[in-house]
């Protein structure tokens, strides 16, 4: 049977008005009532826009022209931005995108987990919208007829890299260096062998993990090794998998960020999760140990807890607090933070929260309120244990508003909880990623 040829595309630009924005940063329209979804239009614009794909439920497309411009449309600040993937909403005032990530999150409460919450709690936003990114993966590729070597993120629906010379969302000691990495990759011998470089950032210490799908050649890392104390910012290598990262000079990074309003301190290392925005994550900490009231007489189940981000400032108020996470490494990290904060009243364990837990020691334990901060598949599989275990009180932290709707719903309509109140924090601004907060109570 032969392959079904696929469909060609209308070549003549769309008249259309957009209606709404969606969870991925574009606008929303129907065309002769099929859902069309067109990037870089803005809610009550008039546009006129290309289509890019037609499925069977919906459409996609590209804006050619503004007709009619939202009165929340600004100029984007990066000239690469519509072709650089690491941004989507820079044409929108930064009020508005908190705004519409606001209405996403309620939106999803409704219509998913079939709840709203009694209140809707004041956005986080950072006191710099710029610069924020301290954690990050750059794309690298070495492009000939481009002049050399490009150093980014990755050009949006695509493997290349965007040509740019700054990024703005990026921490400028990496947003203001790419022009000098180019320059350095392109003068290694295996310039066509370093697909990416991470980067992991503390309050004071860069690095900068150059993935290597070859080794390098004595004069590579010479160049490699003055390249770091030229630029303030420490050169990690990795050969192999996440077990091959290691410094280039052999001397590891003091990677650290501090919470002040608890006085303490959290190391990591570079391949650690983090948040990625300092600012947002210091008011995201402060607001989740003061939405759970805590006195001494508190036991605290952290959940997802990673090396201790929210647990050391949650041993502060409470009377104790028992962290639970699936990465060995991470927890060790947490063990360490407590200890080196002296912090007394925090234990620790190892276990993967998606699996059967029956045998876990710390099940057997009392806990009258809780705090979830799961990854991107939300955290349905513990739900079910949190009235067992006596948790009257719970801190849902979530990354994607659709899992945290889904739990929400099975919170309030199966295990007799209240959603009290929730709202979004500005953790990743000028892009569509929604991170958001929600309270609930025990009827």
């Not at 954690?135 to 690298?140: I, S």
């Not at 000691?173 to 066509?192: F, M, N």
């Not at 949190?386 to 948790?391: A, N, S, T």
């Amino acid at each position: 049977m032969g392959r079904r040829r696929r469909k060609r595309l209308p070549t003549d630009p769309v008249e259309a008005e957009i209606e709404s924005l969606s969870h991925d940063g574009k606008g929303v329209t129907h065309i002769e009532g099929k859902a069309t979804f067109v990037y870089g239009s803005l809610p009550e614009e008039k546009v006129r826009f290309l289509y890019t794909n037609q499925r069977r439920k919906y459409d996609e497309g590209r804006v050619v022209e503004v007709l009619t411009p939202s009165p929340d449309r600004v100029e984007a600040k990066c000239a690469q931005f519509g072709i650089c993937g690491g941004c989507s909403l820079q044409h929108q005032a930064s009020e508005a995108q908190i705004h519409s990530k606001q209405q996403a999150l309620l939106d999803a409460l409704k219509h998913i987990g079939k709840v709203e919450a009694e209140g809707v709690l004041p956005p986080l936003v950072g006191e710099s919208r710029w610069g924020y990114r301290r954690k990050a993966r750059l794309g690298v590729r070495h492009v000939p007829k481009k002049g050399g070597t490009l150093v980014g993120f990755r050009e949006r629906g695509s493997s290349f890299v965007a040509d740019i010379d700054t990024c703005h969302i990026l921490h400028p000691k990496v947003g203001e260096l790419l022009p000098a990495l180019s320059e350095l990759i392109d003068g290694l011998s295996i310039r066509s062998q370093i697909p990416q470089i991470e980067v992991a950032m503390g309050d004071e210490t860069c690095v900068l993990i150059f993935r290597l799908l070859e080794p390098l050649t004595e004069a590579d890392r010479q160049k490699l090794e003055a390249f770091g104390p030229a630029h303030d910012v420490v050169i990690y290598q990795q050969e192999g998998g996440l077990d091959t990262v290691k410094p280039l000079l052999g001397i590891p990074a003091e990677l650290n960020y501090r919470l002040p309003d608890y006085d303490l301190t959290l190391n990591f290392l570079p391949n650690d999760f983090t948040q990625v925005n300092t600012d947002i994550n210091r008011q995201m900490v402060r607001r989740a140990v003061d939405m759970l009231e805590l006195t001494g007489d508190d036991r605290v189940l952290d959940l997802f807890c990673g090396l201790g981000n929210f647990t050391l400032p949650l041993a502060h108020e409470a009377g104790e607090v028992v962290g639970v996470e699936g990465d060995a490494g991470l927890v060790a990290r947490a063990r360490e933070n407590a200890e080196r904060n002296n912090i007394n009243n925090a234990r620790f364990f190892t276990a993967n929260l998606y699996e059967t837990l029956e045998a876990e020691p710390w099940l057997l334990e009392r806990f009258n309120k809780a705090l979830l901060d799961p990854p991107r598949s939300g955290a349905q599989e513990m739900l079910a244990h949190l009235p067992k275990l006596g948790v009257e009180r719970i801190v849902y932290i979530s990354c994607y508003p659709g899992t945290l709707a889904r739990d929400a719903g099975i919170l309030v309509h199966e295990h007799g909880y209240r959603l009290l109140s929730a709202g979004v924090m500005d953790m990743f601004p000028h892009t569509a990623h929604v991170e958001s907060i929600a309270l609930f109570e025990k009827s």
